[in-house]
DNA sequence: TTATTAAAAAGTGGCGAAAAATGGTTGCGG
DNA sequence: CCGCAACCATTTTTCGCCACTTTTTAATAA
């Protein structure tokens, strides 16, 4: 099972916006030569970066939706729209579309600092100001979302 | 089954971020050679160290975690992102991210005292200013707090 | 019982290989 | 003809390894 982990701090590259650290490459080893799909993230400002087998999984759960549903559309539209099959050029470095960057409010010209995290079977990728701002919530409440998860999980045990 | 124990002090290498437990190595002998995931902790200003099979089940779990729902995702974000595969090097010791250091507010240049204790399957590392603070809490309610979690426990033993 | 010695573990520093950042150049497409 | 992107070569830094010093612990002998 795929785990990829790890906080990797990486700049993009002045000239083409061009990017990616080396240890992520090394736990991708065998994954990395089929692709990797970014995309948009639903729930906030930044990128989710799928190896490409992942993301046939992605494709196969969106197949089952109805094709005749607005809803299953609507929601197929947005969860897929912008995502890109990109690979890795000669020397290890990505192309990202400018409109992801933007996106994830990466700056290509100045602030070009960025954070590609390991998320076991994902990655994700954000401007270092919106991960600091992440990491740093204080006020942020795990306990009681913690709790919520827990009721979801133990839900999804009885339902089956 | 892994059962972790005692309380380590030990100083950060000052050439570089490295580190190492000691007395720990032995009682993880056979574990340790897959490697030690280190992360933030969710509710102190401390850092948890798992060994390898034991994370494994963590990232099992968050495996089985809806893609499409906010609070799963947050959840999953919050409580994995940052997480590090390490491994002992010859000289058994510990490279640590200095993202994960700062958090932990371990100073590698001066303050660089710091303690590690076993709990059971995991570890915590502290700083030794922080790791003073929490444990000589004088104040600290122990009673009410055994209390509730008494509670759950038994609660948790009804719904099964 | 204590002291001395030996062996192993712990701590320190430097060196070298390998990877990552950078800059320049060429080729292709619009 | 211009611009972007892929490729290549060079410099720079990181970090993993190895060798050396120091400390601790244990054993044996006085």
Redesign the interface.
Known sequence: ?L?L???H?CKLDPKGPLLFPGKLRKQLEHHVHHGLVVNRD??SKCLVIYPKPEWDK?NE?MSRLSRYNQKHQLFQRK?MKGATLIELDSNGRLLLPSALLEYAEIDIDENNECVI?????KM?LWSSKNHDE??LDED?D??S??E??RK??ERNAQNQ
Chains 1, 2 share one sequence.
Do not use: Q, S
Request: aromatic fraction near 14%.
């Open positions: 099972m785990n982990l790890g906080e701090h639903i729930f992605v759960e969860f995290t390991g998320l076991g079977e994700e992440v990491i942020f795990f306990g979302l913690a919520d998860v979801d999980i």
